[in-house]
T-cell receptor, first 116, second 112 residues
Framework: EAGVVQSPRYKIIEKKQPVAFWCNPI?????LYWYRQNLGQGPELLIR????????DSQLPKDRFSAERLKGVDSTLKIQPAELGDSAVYLC??????????????FGPGTRLLVL | RKEVEQDPGPFNVPEGATVAFNCTYS??????FFWYRQDCRKEPKLLMS?????NEDGRFTAQLNRASQYISLLIRDSKLSDSATYLC?????????????WGAGTKLIIKP
């Protein structure tokens, strides 16, 4: 069974440029998460989707970050414009979306973003 | 105080030894708890869910102490391959929704 797929794996851009990350969750998984992880830190949740609905975007910096999950499958996370502090690993995860309190999350390999 | 706290380590442990570390959480309404393992430059992977009665999976034992608000992870007969960062995750219910809060991780280094 295919795992969570993310692309690109690496991205280097100059500040003020836009950037987009793509995620394809495990087939049948209704819940999709976007995280940001800085070096030496745990993942920080940016947004969580239940099917097409964003049910938790409280930590998403909405002035520059946007996300969408059309048709409740693939998702795209965008940053525009990027800032130096956005350099991090962006992780996508998915889970079945059944039992709310005992959800195992499966992560993709992440996208390493470097903003120069 | 952070919502979920972990000792960052690193814990340097000889191969074959037993090592344990804790993760404290601040919200008493937290409902479920997990340990994830993350290898260097890799994605996190679920190690264990933590149940109220505690649970064991081979050399790994996870326990929950609700009174003191912490979870623990014990690794017996440690292997070189256990070297990784161990992240705890706390799932807390807020109104009709829930939030997943991650600790910053504890780095474990097993030495031959």
């Amino acid at each position: 069974e295919a795992g969570v797929v993310q692309s690109p794996r690496y991205k280097i851009i100059e500040k003020k440029q836009p950037v987009a990350f793509w995620c394809n969750p495990i087939s049948g998984h209704n819940t999709l998460y976007w995280y940001r992880q800085n070096l030496g830190q745990g993942p920080e949740l940016l947004i969580r989707y239940e099917n097409e609905e964003a049910v938790d975007d409280s930590q998403l910096p909405k002035d520059r970050f946007s996300a969408e999950r059309l048709k409740g499958v693939d998702s795209t996370l965008k940053i525009q414009p990027a800032e130096l502090g956005d350099s991090a690993v962006y992780l996508c995860a998915s889970s079945l979306g059944g039992a709310v309190y005992q959800e195992t999350q499966y992560f993709g390999p992440g996208t390493r973003l470097l903003v120069l | 105080r952070k919502e979920v706290e972990q000792d960052p380590g690193p814990f340097n442990v000889p191969e074959g030894a037993t090592v344990a570390f804790n993760c404290t959480y601040s919200n008493s309404a937290s409902q479920s708890f997990f340990w994830y393992r993350q290898d260097c430059r890799k994605e996190p992977k679920l190690l264990m869910s933590v149940y109220s009665s505690g649970n064991e999976d081979g050399r790994f034992t996870a326990q929950l102490n609700r009174a003191s608000q912490y979870i623990s992870l014990l690794i017996r007969d440690s292997k070189l391959s256990d070297s990784a960062t161990y992240l705890c995750v706390v799932n807390q219910v807020m109104r009709s929704n829930y939030q997943l809060i991650w600790g910053a991780g504890t780095k474990l280094i097993i030495k031959p």
